[in-house]
């Protein structure tokens, strides 16, 4: 089993920045990649970015140029830097880890056997 937990999320205006963090713990020598999804009020969850344990990174069209996914293999932590935030960036920010990983057209992406809890992203205007 993996355990997830994120942090970092807040209430930030527009233009402001946030980083969020999930630490992972548990038997994570089975995990090949990373990666960040977010949930609006009413709308379907939506895959963010993702990094792999070789560090390639992927990031969804939205947030390519404002979004940086990195890790830290030492502390087990991936973090999403969120830069130039706009209040469509609002939504509770889900951490998960996969096993597999593979291509879907130019993005890369990962199976999500695991999920955090989330943490409240809100970015006023």
């Known amino acids: 089993q993996v355990q997830l937990v994120e942090s970092g999320g807040g209430l930030v205006q527009a233009g402001g920045s946030l980083r969020l963090s999930c630490a992972a713990s548990?038997?994570?020598?089975?995990?090949?990649?990373m990666g960040w999804y977010r949930q609006a009020p009413g709308k379907q969850r939506e895959w963010v970015a993702t990094?792999?344990?070789?560090?390639?990174?992927s990031y969804v069209d939205s947030v390519k140029g404002r979004f940086t996914i990195s890790r830290d293999n030492a502390k087990s932590t991936v973090y999403l830097q969120m830069n130039s935030l706009k209040p469509e960036d609002t939504a509770v920010y889900y951490c998960?880890?996969?096993?597999?990983?593979?291509?879907?057209?130019?993005?890369?992406?990962?199976?999500?056997?695991?999920w955090g809890r989330g943490t409240q992203v809100t970015v006023s205007s």
């Open positions: 990094i792999t344990s070789g560090g390639s990174r």
């Open positions: 548990g038997i994570i020598s089975s995990i090949n990649a």
């Open positions: 998960t880890a996969g096993r597999r990983v593979y291509q879907e057209a130019s993005y890369i992406r990962s199976s999500n056997d695991y």
